[in-house]
Protein backbone atom coordinates (compact mmCIF):
# COMPACT_ATOMS: atom_id res chain seq x y z
CA UNK A 1 0.00 0.00 0.00
CA UNK A 2 1.01 3.85 -0.48
CA UNK A 3 3.09 5.50 1.93
CA UNK A 4 1.81 8.83 2.48
CA UNK A 5 2.65 11.59 4.71
CA UNK A 6 1.12 14.83 5.77
CA UNK A 7 2.23 18.14 7.24
CA UNK A 8 1.82 19.70 9.44
CA UNK A 9 0.65 17.25 11.50
CA UNK A 10 -1.12 19.48 14.47
CA UNK A 11 -1.51 23.47 14.25
CA UNK A 12 -3.49 26.12 16.60
CA UNK A 13 -4.63 28.74 14.04
CA UNK A 14 -6.22 31.86 14.96
CA UNK A 15 -9.69 33.12 14.03
CA UNK A 16 -9.44 34.74 10.42
CA UNK A 17 -6.03 33.28 9.44
CA UNK A 18 -5.73 30.52 6.57
CA UNK A 19 -3.57 27.36 6.86
CA UNK A 20 -2.01 24.83 3.91
CA UNK A 21 -2.25 21.17 5.09
CA UNK A 22 0.00 19.44 2.79
CA UNK A 23 -0.46 15.81 1.28
CA UNK A 24 2.96 13.71 0.24
CA UNK A 25 2.65 9.75 -1.37
CA UNK A 26 5.59 8.01 -2.42
CA UNK A 27 4.05 6.41 -5.46
CA UNK A 28 1.98 8.14 -7.87
CA UNK A 29 -1.54 8.22 -8.07
CA UNK A 30 -4.33 9.71 -10.27
CA UNK A 31 -6.64 10.77 -7.32
CA UNK A 32 -5.88 12.46 -4.31
CA UNK A 33 -9.08 12.80 -1.20
CA UNK A 34 -9.66 15.51 1.21
CA UNK A 35 -11.83 14.69 3.73
CA UNK A 36 -13.06 16.26 7.09
CA UNK A 37 -13.59 14.14 10.46
CA UNK A 38 -15.04 16.73 13.43
CA UNK A 39 -14.57 15.76 16.16
CA UNK A 40 -16.36 12.66 17.98
CA UNK A 41 -18.03 12.19 13.49
CA UNK A 42 -17.21 10.11 10.61
CA UNK A 43 -15.37 11.14 7.78
CA UNK A 44 -16.68 13.72 5.09
CA UNK A 45 -15.24 13.92 1.75
CA UNK A 46 -14.50 17.66 1.17
CA UNK A 47 -12.87 17.03 -2.67
CA UNK A 48 -11.79 14.78 -5.02
CA UNK A 49 -8.03 16.05 -6.57
CA UNK A 50 -6.81 14.65 -10.02
CA UNK A 51 -3.69 15.73 -11.55
CA UNK A 52 -4.76 18.55 -13.96
CA UNK A 53 -7.59 19.39 -13.73
CA UNK A 54 -9.75 21.65 -11.06
CA UNK A 55 -10.54 19.57 -7.87
CA UNK A 56 -14.50 18.36 -7.93
CA UNK A 57 -15.75 19.21 -4.57
CA UNK A 58 -18.84 17.71 -2.26
CA UNK A 59 -21.90 19.72 -1.63
CA UNK A 60 -21.57 21.84 1.02
CA UNK A 61 -17.75 22.59 0.41
CA UNK A 62 -16.20 25.12 -1.76
CA UNK A 63 -13.27 26.53 -3.46
CA UNK A 64 -12.74 29.93 -2.09
CA UNK A 65 -13.03 28.30 1.68
CA UNK A 66 -10.81 25.09 0.53
CA UNK A 67 -8.83 25.91 -2.24
CA UNK A 68 -6.66 22.54 -3.30
CA UNK A 69 -3.70 22.34 -5.63
CA UNK A 70 -2.67 18.78 -7.38
CA UNK A 71 0.95 19.68 -9.18
CA UNK A 72 2.16 16.23 -9.74
CA UNK A 73 0.82 13.04 -9.11
CA UNK A 74 2.37 12.31 -5.89
CA UNK A 75 1.77 15.53 -3.99
CA UNK A 76 -1.85 18.07 -3.15
CA UNK A 77 -2.19 20.57 -0.77
CA UNK A 78 -5.56 22.05 1.15
CA UNK A 79 -5.90 25.55 2.34
CA UNK A 80 -8.42 25.89 4.98
CA UNK A 81 -8.96 29.86 4.69
CA UNK A 82 -10.55 32.38 6.72
CA UNK A 83 -10.73 30.19 9.60
CA UNK A 84 -13.23 29.78 12.30
CA UNK A 85 -13.44 28.01 15.49
CA UNK A 86 -16.05 25.38 13.30
CA UNK A 87 -13.05 24.72 11.49
CA UNK A 88 -11.32 23.09 14.20
CA UNK A 89 -11.46 19.19 13.11
CA UNK A 90 -8.60 16.76 12.00
CA UNK A 91 -8.43 16.59 7.81
CA UNK A 92 -7.14 14.02 6.17
CA UNK A 93 -5.85 13.03 2.59
CA UNK A 94 -5.89 9.50 1.54
CA UNK A 95 -5.50 7.48 -2.34
CA UNK A 96 -7.02 4.96 -3.70
CA UNK A 97 -4.14 2.21 -4.93
CA UNK A 98 -5.20 -0.71 -3.33
CA UNK A 99 -6.11 -4.49 -5.24
CA UNK A 100 -9.57 -3.15 -4.86
CA UNK A 101 -8.87 0.41 -5.65
CA UNK A 102 -9.97 1.10 -1.58
CA UNK A 103 -8.18 4.20 0.08
CA UNK A 104 -5.11 4.36 2.17
CA UNK A 105 -5.19 7.72 4.60
CA UNK A 106 -2.70 9.84 5.28
CA UNK A 107 -1.89 10.53 9.43
CA UNK A 108 -4.44 13.42 9.61
CA UNK A 109 -3.46 17.42 10.60
CA UNK A 110 -5.49 18.09 13.78
CA UNK A 111 -6.59 21.47 13.51
CA UNK A 112 -7.37 23.87 16.26
CA UNK A 113 -8.97 27.67 15.70
CA UNK A 114 -9.67 29.89 18.61
CA UNK B 1 -29.54 11.08 -1.29
CA UNK B 2 -26.82 9.20 0.35
CA UNK B 3 -27.21 7.54 3.63
CA UNK B 4 -25.37 4.96 5.50
CA UNK B 5 -26.45 3.92 9.19
CA UNK B 6 -24.56 2.00 11.84
CA UNK B 7 -25.02 1.41 15.18
CA UNK B 8 -23.39 4.41 17.23
CA UNK B 9 -21.68 2.85 20.66
CA UNK B 10 -21.52 -1.02 20.88
CA UNK B 11 -19.91 -3.39 23.81
CA UNK B 12 -18.33 -6.59 23.94
CA UNK B 13 -16.27 -8.59 25.90
CA UNK B 14 -12.97 -10.17 25.38
CA UNK B 15 -13.09 -13.46 23.63
CA UNK B 16 -16.83 -12.98 22.16
CA UNK B 17 -17.67 -12.59 18.81
CA UNK B 18 -19.52 -9.61 17.66
CA UNK B 19 -21.59 -8.29 14.71
CA UNK B 20 -21.08 -4.17 13.54
CA UNK B 21 -24.28 -4.33 11.35
CA UNK B 22 -24.54 -1.53 8.48
CA UNK B 23 -27.44 -0.63 6.19
CA UNK B 24 -27.11 2.25 2.98
CA UNK B 25 -29.03 3.65 0.39
CA UNK B 26 -27.11 5.55 -2.64
CA UNK B 27 -27.20 6.42 -5.47
CA UNK B 28 -24.73 4.33 -7.33
CA UNK B 29 -22.70 1.29 -5.67
CA UNK B 30 -19.39 -0.37 -6.51
CA UNK B 31 -18.28 -1.95 -3.65
CA UNK B 32 -18.37 -1.41 0.45
CA UNK B 33 -15.44 -1.13 2.70
CA UNK B 34 -15.14 -1.61 6.07
CA UNK B 35 -12.36 0.69 8.20
CA UNK B 36 -11.52 0.50 11.83
CA UNK B 37 -9.99 3.68 13.65
CA UNK B 38 -8.51 3.99 16.87
CA UNK B 39 -8.31 7.21 18.60
CA UNK B 40 -6.29 9.58 16.97
CA UNK B 41 -5.02 7.48 14.24
CA UNK B 42 -6.32 7.52 11.07
CA UNK B 43 -8.31 4.93 9.52
CA UNK B 44 -7.16 1.22 8.01
CA UNK B 45 -8.73 -1.08 5.34
CA UNK B 46 -9.97 -3.87 6.65
CA UNK B 47 -12.59 -5.11 4.02
CA UNK B 48 -13.85 -5.38 0.69
CA UNK B 49 -17.45 -6.51 -0.78
CA UNK B 50 -18.55 -6.01 -3.96
CA UNK B 51 -20.33 -9.80 -4.42
CA UNK B 52 -23.28 -11.06 -2.15
CA UNK B 53 -21.90 -13.15 0.38
CA UNK B 54 -19.38 -13.41 2.90
CA UNK B 55 -15.65 -12.45 2.56
CA UNK B 56 -12.89 -13.58 5.34
CA UNK B 57 -9.88 -12.48 7.02
CA UNK B 58 -8.68 -13.93 10.25
CA UNK B 59 -10.40 -13.23 12.93
CA UNK B 60 -12.45 -10.15 10.66
CA UNK B 61 -15.34 -11.47 8.73
CA UNK B 62 -17.38 -9.49 6.17
CA UNK B 63 -20.93 -10.19 4.47
CA UNK B 64 -22.62 -7.70 2.14
CA UNK B 65 -26.74 -8.53 0.67
CA UNK B 66 -27.07 -5.35 -2.85
CA UNK B 67 -30.74 -6.61 -2.88
CA UNK B 68 -31.23 -5.27 0.98
CA UNK B 69 -28.79 -2.75 1.20
CA UNK B 70 -27.17 -4.54 4.48
CA UNK B 71 -23.55 -5.27 5.26
CA UNK B 72 -22.08 -6.36 8.66
CA UNK B 73 -18.91 -7.05 9.74
CA UNK B 74 -18.71 -9.95 12.41
CA UNK B 75 -15.21 -9.73 14.66
CA UNK B 76 -14.48 -13.03 16.57
CA UNK B 77 -12.44 -13.81 19.43
CA UNK B 78 -12.43 -10.44 20.42
CA UNK B 79 -9.14 -8.71 21.99
CA UNK B 80 -8.92 -5.56 24.23
CA UNK B 81 -7.38 -3.88 20.94
CA UNK B 82 -10.20 -4.55 18.92
CA UNK B 83 -11.53 -1.43 20.93
CA UNK B 84 -11.68 1.60 18.31
CA UNK B 85 -14.51 2.55 15.72
CA UNK B 86 -15.67 0.67 12.80
CA UNK B 87 -16.21 2.58 9.53
CA UNK B 88 -18.90 1.38 6.84
CA UNK B 89 -18.20 2.99 3.09
CA UNK B 90 -19.84 2.77 0.19
CA UNK B 91 -18.00 3.43 -3.51
CA UNK B 92 -20.34 5.57 -5.64
CA UNK B 93 -20.58 4.19 -9.09
CA UNK B 94 -21.83 7.30 -11.36
CA UNK B 95 -18.94 9.28 -9.85
CA UNK B 96 -15.35 9.18 -9.30
CA UNK B 97 -14.03 6.14 -6.72
CA UNK B 98 -15.05 8.41 -3.93
CA UNK B 99 -16.26 6.48 -0.91
CA UNK B 100 -19.47 7.79 1.51
CA UNK B 101 -18.81 6.95 4.96
CA UNK B 102 -21.67 5.66 7.67
CA UNK B 103 -21.66 7.35 10.75
CA UNK B 104 -18.92 4.90 12.56
CA UNK B 105 -19.54 2.90 15.79
CA UNK B 106 -17.59 2.92 18.34
CA UNK B 107 -16.60 -0.80 19.81
CA UNK B 108 -15.53 -0.83 23.31
CA UNK B 109 -14.47 -4.42 24.57
CA UNK B 110 -14.18 -5.07 28.27
CA UNK B 111 -12.32 -8.00 29.88
Known amino acids: SAVISQKPSRDICQRGTSLTIQCQVD?????MFWYRQQPGQSLTLIAT?????????ESGFVIDKFPISRPNLTFSTLTVSNMSPEDSSIYLC???????????FGPGTRLTVT | GQNIDQPTEMTATEGAIVQINCTYQ??????LFWYQQHAGEAPTFLSY????GLEEKGRFSSFLSRSKGYSYLLLKELQMKDSASYLCAVRDTWDTDKLIFGTGTRLQVFP
Open chain 1, 94 to 104: SVDQGVDYEQY
Open chain 2, 49 to 52: NVLD
Open chain 1, 49 to 57: ANQGSEATY
Open chain 2, 26 to 31: TSGFNG
Open chain 1, 27 to 31: SQVTM
